[in-house]
């Protein structure tokens, strides 16, 4: 009894129920009318781009400059946690962790698709810019606008907060959260009163729905999976029994710990990622590959401030607000918590090498994926070995993934189909088994993010967080059949945008203008 009564008055009130009302309330709105949920957040999704798109990418812009200075400059030698602190992983172990821990799903699910959207104009993505779909021009913007969106620009978003993060902890001692890393611009007052609780709960809610939208779209693309391969129908059932398993996988995984759990998943998932990349460049279209793949970095450079500054008026609503703006808001909603676990592995790294392992590797990373996913599947569909850009367009967007996997030579669609629903689940529940406990831990007072919050807590946020994922992936689908998932993904990052400019400015505070904390 002793012990309840303590757990109680640990719990940050002003921080739990602003969030949990919301979180809750939206559940709620989705069990009474899962119309009513999908078209609300569709309505803010359309609203919060069209009013703040154009900040968005002066953010992003901004915060990639900002990375690229502080690691090419001597600030980079400066080492986390002090001259004599050790590394705890090994480089690669380390790498493997960084890597799958902020990637979750998303490039897998896209790796295939995306490019194939824009290549086949699915849904008016190159009606702005004059591009005639299923052409070489479109082939090359296809791999061009993906190489943008999934490289250094996103991985920038993180490799900031992270920084913050890992400097404000392990450099200036102090606590191991979001608000702390505002300190230099706001001080002490920051972490006091009304301003403190309200940043710490934006910045739960931000990461909740973020992990919502995450949740949503791995049990969407399971259940496609599922359905496309195996002919299982897709019915509220299986949503349901796919997301309570899911919740369950990462839920427990988080009680295993880090180094028991998380270390071990990442490189399995790593090793995954590499040996699927490694056969697909053995069988692929090679040659093709990599002329499209030259062509699509051209592409992305030649047009790299033209994109990077349009508020959507340039590259049109179906591309521009559709997609790049659904990027950044999804990678600024998780780039909070992300840049905590981040910091939390990398103590005695200098913050060039920290850079390096959270900027530039993953990049590179991220064009070698698309170039060869991407690009073995642009070849499949000028080969007219398959028609994938139709299974989209008159299934939804994440359906040709399957259909290339069992078209690819030798029969290894078979095998590759389980792996690759492995690759999914586990990649997700590698990216949410910090966040869980994260947003549970940010409930209590006087607790460092990432320590062993109470088991109700976890419970009560993922069933929460479950429903609504599991409505949003059964009732949001729309035109793209991933429409809920865009929609919660852009509520997270809208609320943590204004957050993330914040931790810009208190960057350029710390490494430019305050004494370095060696």
Excluded at 158 to 178: M, P, Q, R, S, T
Excluded at 260 to 266: C, D
Excluded at 396 to 420: H, K, M, R, Y
Aim: hydrophobic share 55%; glycine share 10%.
């Amino acid at each position: 009894m002793e012990s309840k009564i303590k757990v109680k008055k640990n719990i940050r009130m002003g921080v739990f129920l602003p969030a949990f009302i919301f979180i809750a309330g939206a559940a709620i709105l989705g069990i009474v009318s899962n119309e009513a949920l999908a078209n609300s957040a569709w309505a803010f999704f359309d609203w919060s781009l069209q009013s703040f798109g154009w900040l968005y990418q002066i953010a992003s812009i901004v915060g990639l400059l900002v990375v690229l200075i502080i690691m090419f400059s001597k600030l980079g030698k400066i080492r986390i946690g002090g001259k004599d602190a050790e590394p705890k992983y090994k480089f690669w172990t380390w790498f493997a962790m960084t890597l799958t821990g902020g990637v979750a799903t998303g490039i897998v699910t896209w790796g295939v698709n995306e490019p194939l959207i824009y290549y086949g104009n699915v849904w008016g993505e190159l009606d702005a810019l004059g591009i005639e779909p299923f052409t070489a021009e479109a082939a090359r913007f296809a791999m061009g606008r993906s190489f943008y969106n999934w490289t250094i620009i996103p991985y920038a978003m993180y490799a900031l907060c992270g920084l913050a993060v890992a400097y404000v902890y392990f450099n200036k001692k102090d606590k191991l959260n979001v608000t702390a890393t505002l300190k230099p611009l706001f001080g002490e007052r920051i972490t006091k009163g009304l301003w403190g609780g309200l940043i710490d709960t934006l910045s739960m809610l931000a990461i909740a729905l973020g992990l919502t939208s995450g949740l949503t779209m791995c049990i969407t693309l399971v259940t496609s999976g599922l359905h496309y391969s195996y002919g299982v129908e897709k019915t509220f059932t299986l949503f349901l029994l796919v997301g309570i398993a899911i919740i369950f996988l990462y839920t427990f995984s988080t009680y295993i710990g880090i180094d028991k759990g998380m270390k071990k998943l990442a490189s399995l998932n790593a090793y995954f990622y590499y040996g699927l990349l490694f056969l697909l460049i053995i069988i692929g279209p090679k040659l093709f590959m990599i002329r499209t793949s030259v062509a699509g970095i051209a592409e992305w450079l030649d047009n790299f401030w033209l994109w990077g500054l349009d508020p959507i008026d340039i590259g049109g609503v179906p591309l521009t607000q559709s997609w790049t703006l659904f990027d950044w808001a999804c990678w600024i909603a998780y780039a909070p918590v992300t840049g905590i676990f981040l910091a939390m592995i990398s103590r005695g790294r200098t913050i060039r090498e920290f850079l390096m392992a959270n900027l530039v590797l993953p990049a590179v990373f991220g064009m070698l994926w698309f170039g060869v996913w991407g690009g073995s599947a642009l070849g499949m569909q000028v080969a007219g070995q398959a028609d994938l850009v139709n299974t989209i367009a008159t299934n939804d967007a994440i359906s040709a993934l399957w259909q290339f996997i069992e078209s690819l030579p030798f029969g290894l669609g078979t095998i590759i189909v389980p792996v690759n629903l492995f690759i999914i689940v586990v990649s997700f529940v590698t990216c949410a088994d910090a966040t869980s406990t994260d947003i549970a831990s940010m409930c209590l007072k006087d607790v460092p993010i990432g320590t062993e919050p109470p088991a109700y807590l976890k419970v009560l946020w993922g069933a929460t967080i479950g429903i609504i994922a599991i409505i949003m992936a059964a009732f949001g689908g729309q035109e793209q059949g991933v429409e809920g998932v865009k929609a919660l993904a852009t509520a997270g990052g809208f609320v943590v945008l204004f957050i993330f400019i914040l931790q810009i400015a208190s960057v350029i505070k710390m490494f430019f203008i305050d004494k370095i904390e060696e």
